[in-house]
């Protein structure tokens, strides 16, 4: 079972941007897809973005042109850039990896711990 560490979240003022990152203790390059996803506090959790071994990728609506994944097989880690936080972005983010599946519908079996990011107004 792989495993996954995401890093970089942390306290940024609305408007901010950061820069999470998830290590994976394996090669990468055999999912088919990998994800993030965020939950805030009583709230159920939600797809942000996929990216899928080819390099394709899709957002939620929310974060179109705000949010950008990449993944760096040769270093087994997926980067999410979120630039121009809102308040409402406050939640833990999740790294997560399938095996099987294309991009949102990717079946997420490996998951991370989670990382908190939080958005100050």
């Known amino acids: 079972q792989v495993q996954l560490v995401e890093s970089g979240g942390g306290l940024v003022q609305a408007g901010g941007s950061l820069r999470l990152s998830c290590v994976a203790s394996g090669s990468i390059f055999s999912f088919s897809t990998m994800g993030w996803f965020r939950q805030a506090p009583g709230k159920q959790r939600e797809l942000v973005a996929t990216?899928?071994?080819?390099?394709?990728?899709n957002y939620a609506d929310s974060v179109k042109g705000r949010f950008f994944i990449s993944r760096d097989n040769a270093k087994n880690t997926v980067y999410l850039q979120m630039n121009n936080l809102k308040p409402e972005e406050t939640a833990v983010y999740y790294c997560?990896?399938?095996?099987?599946?294309w991009g949102p519908g990717a079946d997420f079996r490996s998951w991370g711990q989670g990382t908190q990011v939080t958005v100050s107004s």
């Open positions: 997560a990896a399938a095996r099987t599946g």
């Open positions: 990216i899928r071994s080819g390099g394709s990728t």
